[in-house]
T-cell receptor, first 109, second 114 residues
Framework: GQNIDQPTEMTATEGAIVQINCTYQ??????LFWYQQHAGEAPTFLSY????GLEEKGRFSSFLSRSKGYSYLLLKELQMKDSASYLC??????????FGPGTRLSVLP | DAGVTQSPTHLIKTRGQHVTLRCSPI?????VSWYQQVLGQGPQFIFQ???????GRGNFPDRFSARQFPNYSSELNVNALLLGDSALYLC?????????????FGPGTRLTVL
């Protein structure tokens, strides 16, 4: 089976940098996705990692290390609108998306 | 371009009733997946359909069923509703059904079972 862990809640200050971690136990997977979900809304796609390393997309970057079973989402120059839940999901071989519990990020002024 | 659409937005039912939720994928997408999201948790996979065939099924009871139509829209049916079925039901569409394909979510249907 798959087990995905994320911190439940994080708080950061506007303009700062925050790193949201995701650890997983799975025998093999195709890729790892990050989604953002504002309260009461649908998840929106942020990033996708297949290979080890860092993928950068503007203020958001995502990192994957398959050997360590670890990923993180890095958010730079935090804005109030970044307050949301951040969901990590893996796609195990032959299976559909498996989501983690999500990390609720609060950005304070 | 229109994104994934779902109807209804909100729904209130009582225990024992049944419910049908509807989803239209992004134009050109042929795969639809359904998820259940309980407050404070990540989405849980229920079904995936591609070209009208079931391509994946999560760990949900037989009270849950779904189908996909020739225009790639989909319905999720839940029979004999329980209080625990209260959740946000999300539909996601993707071009095909492979696990490397990004899924794009609709706004969801908020189901409350009383």
């Amino acid at each position: 089976g798959q087990n995905i862990d994320q911190p439940t809640e994080m708080t950061a200050t506007e303009g700062a940098i925050v790193q949201i971690n995701c650890t997983y136990q799975t025998s093999g997977f195709n890729g790892l996705f990050w989604y953002q979900q504002h309260a009461g809304e649908a998840p929106t796609f942020l990033s996708y990692n297949v290979l080890d390393g860092l993928e950068e997309k503007g203020r958001f970057s995502s990192f994957l290390s398959r050997s360590k079973g670890y990923s993180y989402l890095l958010l730079k120059e935090l804005q109030m609108k970044d307050s949301a839940s951040y969901l990590c999901a893996v796609t195990p071989y032959g299976q559909n998306f498996v989501f983690g519990p999500g990390t609720r990020l609060s950005v304070l002024p | 371009d229109a994104g994934v659409t779902q109807s209804p937005t909100h729904l209130i039912k009582t225990r024992g009733q049944h419910v049908t939720l509807r989803c239209s994928p992004i134009s050109g997408h042929k795969s639809v997946s359904w998820y259940q999201q309980v407050l404070g948790q990540g989405p849980q996979f229920i079904f995936q359909y591609y070209e009208k065939e079931e391509r994946g099924r999560g760990n949900f009871p037989d009270r849950f069923s779904a189908r996909q139509f020739p225009n790639y829209s989909s319905e999720l049916n839940v029979n004999a509703l329980l209080l625990g079925d209260s959740a946000l039901y999300l539909c996601a569409s993707s071009l095909v059904h492979t696990s490397t394909d990004t899924q794009y979510f609709g706004p969801g249907t908020r189901l409350t079972v009383l």
